[in-house]
Nanobody, 119 residues
Framework: QVELVESGGGLVQAGGSLRLSCAASGRTTSDYVMGWFRQAPGKEREFVAAVTLSGGNTYIVDSVKGRFTISRDNHKNTVYLQMNNLKPEDTAVYYC????????????WGQGTQVTVSS
């Protein structure tokens, strides 16, 4: 298990940017695939982005492709989600997630950080 703590959420106007951070601790985090999910009010949690162990490969959901970037710094045990050109529909609680490289599903979750984009 790893412990995940998100930070960086807040209120921003449409077109603005935010960078979310997720600090991981507890295990060798370089053995974990890291990801970001989000949950908007009244909607189910959805996948946003993931990054592989070394950071060499990233996966971004189509709805944010070209605007969001995921990266990781294994020396700092931190994963980032850079969000540019934010839209009101990006408003959600954003969760950091992790899964061991031998497991298919994300099973470690942070507490979430609120992102609100005003129009």
């Amino acid at each position: 298990q790893v412990e995940l703590v998100e930070s960086g959420g807040g209120l921003v106007q449409a077109g603005g940017s935010l960078r979310l951070s997720c600090a991981a601790s507890g295990r060798t985090t370089s053995d974990y695939v890291m990801g970001w999910f989000r949950q908007a009010p009244g909607k189910e949690r959805e996948f946003v982005a993931a990054v592989t162990l070394s950071g060499g490969n990233t996966y971004i959901v189509d709805s944010v492709k070209g605007r969001f970037t995921i990266s990781r710094d294994n020396h700092k045990n931190t994963v980032y989600l850079q969000m540019n050109n934010l839209k009101p529909e990006d408003t959600a609680v954003y969760y950091c997630a992790a899964r061991h490289r031998t497991i298919l599903d994300f099973n470690n979750w942070g507490q979430g950080t609120q992102v609100t984009v005003s129009s």
